[in-house]
């Protein structure tokens, strides 16, 4: 096949991926390609633009109000009453300043290609369950001052959210945020956070989605694992 | 339609757990994604189903979204219109299998082409479809907004399987010479 060919074929192929008209088999390989193929996300992300102007025809239709409802009760049913909400509002303000020391980028959103395991970590940590029902690995990249973290194995809970914790020593966990759903999270640490690494340990708690809001660990602890020199 | 840097902005704040723009957003956005799911949906009841699972995915993952130069809408769409393909064709698949579009979606680094294509409007796009035969434009338009799969289509328009293949690859080689023309 020529260049050509194959730019055609990929230009055919991203239109029915976005479509999707794909085989089960044929989309998990165009995905895989999809993760380390800079033109091919392009590609993809021109058809999806594309097309969607066909929704310019559609004519919109308010959902009933049960959709909404049914919507917040899964996303937010943790809180009974509007009261906890208010204080949730403020513990939640808290967060995202916090939030500036140690900001979490979710996805592929760091790099061209997506962000990948440091091949040469500083420091490295395993946060495993006893069952190792859920296996995460973490791994710093000192020159990045960041901290990448990734699941091998298990997740959140339906409606649940995995936390990150750093404990050094004696003191109170400090939530370094919450786990993307899937792939590889990012963590930028503050130079204090970085300072305290070696020795200390990271663990994962099972909590709303959005995190715990009360700053400190709510549900039960899944994880536990000892940051270490590779 | 809502402005495009208003539904961007309360993303953004999605993205940060801000109820309040959620809210806002789902205002302002879910009666246009109800239709667009209410094409793909076999009933109301599944419709209704999809547009909850498509709002909480929303919400989860609003942090991949980032204001790149293309419009927040197609990415709503596209979560709403995968998600309700999903629930049509759940049989033998996992329900979160479209979501890899979310991640691919996030690439911060369009190239040129692609920001050319965020100024594409629907008039460009029927100008490209009139220009294919009229059945052929309807395949891509009903695989699209029915979300039809190759072996629908293909019962729709009373072709073979493989014709329709070839068809509709051959449509989208058409268009989008046309649409980057």
């Known amino acids: 096949m020529s260049e050509t060919d194959n730019h055609n074929d990929d230009r055919a192929l991203a239109g029915e991926y976005v479509l999707g008209l794909m085989s089960e088999e044929d989309r998990a390989t165009f995905e895989h390609r999809l993760k380390v193929e800079h033109d091919l996300r392009a590609l993809t992300r021109e058809w999806s633009e594309n097309l969607a102007r066909l929704t310019e025809d559609v004519d919109p239709v308010t959902p009933p109000p049960r959709v909404l409802k049914g919507i917040e009760t899964r996303l937010f049913d943790d809180e009974p009453t509007s009261l906890s909400r208010m204080f949730r509002n403020w513990f939640g303000s808290g967060i995202v300043v916090a939030g500036l020391a140690a900001y979490v980028i979710f996805g592929t959103d760091l790099l061209e290609r997506g ?9 490295v940590a395993e946060i495993a369950a006893e069952d190792r029902s859920l296996v995460v690995q973490a791994a710093f990249d000192a020159e990045a001052g960041q901290l990448f973290v990734q699941a091998e194995q298990g997740g959140a809970r339906d409606g649940r959210a995995l936390e990150l914790w750093l404990i050094e020593g004696g003191n109170a966990p400090v939530s370094l945020g919450v786990l993307s759903e899937d792939g590889l999270t990012v963590v930028a640490l503050s130079d204090e956070q970085r300072r305290v690494l070696p020795g200390a340990v990271l663990a994962i708690s099972d909590e709303p989605t959005g995190g715990s809001t009360t700053g400190a660990p ?7 694992g000892e940051i270490t020199n590779v | 339609m809502s402005d495009v840097k208003d539904i961007e902005d309360l993303i953004a704040r999605v993205a940060l757990q801000d109820r309040a723009a959620f809210s806002d957003l789902y205002s302002r956005t879910s009666a246009k994604l109800f239709g667009v ?3 793909v949906s076999n009933n109301r009841a599944e419709a209704e189903d999809v547009l909850q699972d498509a709002f909480v995915k929303v919400w989860r993952n609003a942090g991949k979204y980032q204001a790149n130069g293309f419009s927040p809408m197609t990415w709503l769409i596209t979560i709403a219109r995968n998600t ?7 049989k033998g698949r996992s329900p979160n299998d479209g979501d890899a579009i979310l991640d691919q979606m996030a690439d911060p680094t369009p190239g040129p082409e692609a920001q050319t294509i965020a100024a594409s409007d629907r008039a460009q796009l029927g100008a490209c479809l009139d220009e294919l035969e009229q059945a052929r434009a309807e395949a891509v338009t009903r695989a699209y907004l029915h979300g039809d799969s190759y072996a629908e289509l ?4 009373d072709v073979p399987l493989n014709t329709m293949r070839t068809w509709l690859r051959r449509s989208l080689l058409k268009l989008k010479d046309c649409l980057t023309r």
């Open chain 2, 154 to 157: 293909a019962d729709h328009f």
């Open chain 1, 218 to 224: 709510t549900g039960d602890v899944l994880g536990v």
């Open chain 1, 115 to 123: 962000p990948q395991m440091p091949t040469e970590p500083a420091l």
């Open chain 2, 37 to 39: 799911v209410l094409r």
């Open chain 2, 84 to 90: 309700a393909i999903d629930a049509k064709r759940r």
